[in-house]
């Protein structure tokens, strides 16, 4: 099969070429693409970009090497002829609209507008100024795309019975601040991929007579809990066939795939691994037909990513390639005798319509959602993070003292009328704002616990500082803040040492991972809130009924055995987390104060994974010596490859110290102690884990 793509962006340009200055309207994640495109054409300055947010502006611009605005009326006054708009859909209309009125030409980022009649307002000062206005549904210019649809109308899959789409995604993250409109709107999603789906319907199916959709969350396997709605699946019928769009932002790895199916064979597109493969209808036997289909379909996603990628290496396919290619073809199209536009908004317009009938309905259950949440909110107590382990033992205990409490959560929990719910996320100042007001103490439980690094600062960082000045602006004057151990400087300890509160704060906190370094970084911010009443515990590895008992930190389980780091005699600092939430309550009634807790009693790796596993399970303990030149060698290849690592010889040094902590603090000046105990909590664990069904 010829797999021959696209050309360059640089090759076949018009010679005579006009002069365009060029405006962005929108410095977000996308915007780089369009700085690419751009940079490839002649005849084009880049004279700004604006955005909303100054920094996020200055630093595309510096990147850019053009100058920064914060209004598009500051670029309308120096001269630009030419505008791209890429910002939220909402937008697009009145900032497309405006550009127009002053004169300029407009590349609009899909979908087009959120109504028809925005679109037809468009459409109507478009003609008004004698304009261009082009919609960048990029992938009818991705390479692969257009291969397919040459193969199709060639005859490649004889009449065209059902088209599917197929797309994973994720959004970049989520740095705190304002919430971005994937997490605000219902609808968000499909109007960000749906669209791509829909025109890519249209153009294989034609026009769009019918769309049946469907969206729901995922609940605990949505991988980004701020999405309301990231599960969506739609039936559409067209004028040839009927088409099938599923879009997810929980499957992995991530796909993006197009399989058109016809009477004589089929294609399947795959936009991520740069492929085409194709099953033909063969007066061959079934079973060997469907041998050599099968081979044949290997053979050629083998040589087409070989090849494809090589390509990529060279610069022949690029970063969203598609865009690059509709920003090139949009200039030609303004360059000729009679400038048209790749891209026009009657073209545009019934994928807008079928866009908002799916969206529409999306946002309006979001809001029948959030309508049910207390809008008058009176509890004295809030607890964030009330849906993690340690919070949900926290808030049962806490309902037994008190009438009503509030939590902080970014997942729904089990209702309960004296719970107080406000759904959101620390990093949104807004709903913390709102969870804060008219409490009279805060137990800030909640904290990132996987994810990127960026999910760490929003969640840990940035939330306990919105925590901290939400409590200022509402006078609110109690904290209890949960820390953690891993903020002290382990690889100090030595064989025999004991660790009390004083021991100095970890000085290589980058070195031991994003959850060291910003539980640090917490905690400090919490210890220079003089100005309040705090109370900072530092629990040790908390266990109960619910959480996994054997973690990294214990032993592995790989193939049927027990892999465990060092010799396995190192002494866990465990805390059964009944024990903890006594610990928390006891804090709420005092000022001040730092205090570590773990259990009295010591227990070994090798020890608690026998009680775990077994007394006969197959253990393989790696010596020391072994372990640290494991983790020399991956150091080197994180250099070489110039990427950070997970495993590194200060990290396991750290993890391996041998370390006893001294918890004098909190029995003598909390009064606490374990009141279960480490015997008994494994016992509530194991007799728990033995009790719950198999899923």
Not at 140 to 158: E, H, I, K, S
Not at 161 to 166: E, I, P, T
Not at 546 to 566: E, W
Not at 578 to 587: C, F, M, P, Q, Y
């Amino acid at each position: 099969m010829n797999t021959k793509l696209a050309c360059h962006p640089d090759m076949d340009q018009p010679k005579d070429r006009l002069q365009f200055h060029v405006a962005l309207i929108g410095a977000g994640y996308v915007s780089k693409y369009h700085v690419m495109a751009l940079k490839r054409l002649p005849g084009v300055t880049l004279a700004g970009i604006c955005d909303l947010d100054s920094a996020r502006a200055h630093l595309a611009a510096k990147d850019a090497g053009c100058p920064a605005f914060t209004s598009p009326q500051q670029f309308f006054d120096i001269g630009v002829n030419v505008v791209h708009v890429l910002t939220p859909p909402a937008t697009h209309a009145a900032l497309t609209i405006q550009a127009l009125e002053h004169g300029c030409h407009v590349l609009v980022e899909k979908p087009l507008a959120t109504s028809v009649e925005d679109c037809d307002r468009i459409a109507a000062a478009a003609a008004m100024a004698g304009k261009i206005v082009c919609v960048n549904h990029s992938l009818l210019r991705d390479p692969f795309v257009l291969r397919a649809l040459a193969m199709v109308r060639a005859g490649a899959v004889g009449d065209i019975l059902a088209v599917d789409y197929f797309r994973s995604s994720d959004y970049p993250p989520y740095l705190g601040g304002p919430l971005p409109p994937q997490y605000r709107d219902g609808g968000y999603p499909f109007r960000d991929l749906g669209v791509h789906a829909l025109y890519l319907m249209q153009v294989f199916l034609g026009d769009i007579a019918d769309v049946q959709a469907q969206f729901r969350n995922a609940g605990k396997l949505s991988t980004d809990p701020n999405i309301r709605y990231d599960e969506w699946r739609a039936l559409v019928r067209g004028a040839k066939g009927t088409g099938q769009i599923q879009l997810s932002w929980n499957v992995k790895p991530i796909q993006n795939q197009l399989f058109i199916q016809g009477t004589k064979g089929t294609l399947r597109v795959d936009l991520f691994s740069m492929f085409i493969a194709q099953r033909k209808n063969t007066p061959l036997p079934k079973a060997i037909e469907r041998a050599a289909n099968a081979i044949g379909e290997g053979r050629t996603i083998c040589t087409q990513v070989t090849g494809n990628v090589v390509s990529f290496l060279r610069g022949k396919l690029l970063p969203y390639h598609g865009l690059q290619m509709l920003v090139d073809d949009f200039y030609k199209g303004l360059s000729a005798a009679i400038p048209q536009s790749p891209i026009s908004v009657a073209s545009a317009r019934q994928v807008v319509d079928w866009t908002e009938r799916v969206a529409r309905p999306a946002d309006e259950a979001k809001q029948q959602w959030q309508s049910q949440f207390p809008a008058k909110l009176i509890a004295p107590v809030l607890v964030t993070g009330a849906g993690g382990f340690i919070g949900r033992h926290l808030l049962k205990r806490l309902l037994d003292q008190h009438d009503r409490v509030r939590v902080l959560v970014r997942r729904e929990i089990p209702a309960d009328p004296r719970v107080e719910m406000v759904i959101g996320d620390l990093g949104d100042s807004a709903a913390v704002d709102r969870a804060v007001a008219g409490t009279e103490i805060v137990y800030h439980v909640g904290a990132a616990m996987s994810g990127s690094r960026e999910d760490f600062e929003r969640g840990t960082v940035i939330g306990t500082r919105n925590i901290i000045a939400s409590m200022r602006q509402h006078h609110v004057r109690r904290l209890v803040y949960l820390s953690s151990l891993s903020v002290l400087h382990a690889a100090a300890a030595k064989p025999g040492m004991t660790m009390r509160e004083d021991w100095p704060l970890e000085p290589r906190a980058y070195e031991r991972g994003a959850y060291t370094q910003t539980k640090l970084a917490a905690e400090q911010l919490v210890r220079q809130a003089t100005d309040m009443q705090v109370v900072i515990l530092r629990p040790g590895q908390v266990f109960g009924p619910g959480a996994p008992v054997l973690t990294g930190a214990v032993a592995r389980h790989v193939k049927g055995k027990y892999v465990i780091l060092g010799n396995g005699q190192l002494v866990l600092p465990l805390v059964y987390v009944a024990d903890l939430v006594d610990a928390i309550l006891l804090a709420a009634k005092r000022e001040t104060g730092l205090f570590q807790i773990v259990d009295t009693g010591n227990i070994t790796q090798e020890q608690l994974t026998r009680r775990v596993a077994g007394e006969n399970a197959k253990l393989v303990k790696i010596p020391f010596p072994v372990v640290f030149l494991l983790a020399f060698g991956v150091e080197m290849l994180g250099k070489l490859l110039k990427r950070s690592v997970p495993l590194t010889r200060y990290r396991l040094k750290s993890a391996l110290a041998p370390i006893a902590f001294d918890c004098s603090a909190a029995k003598n000046e909390l009064g606490w102690k374990p009141r279960v105990g480490l015997e008994e909590g494994l016992q509530r664990t194991l007799t728990a884990v033995i009790k719950t069904p198999r899923q």
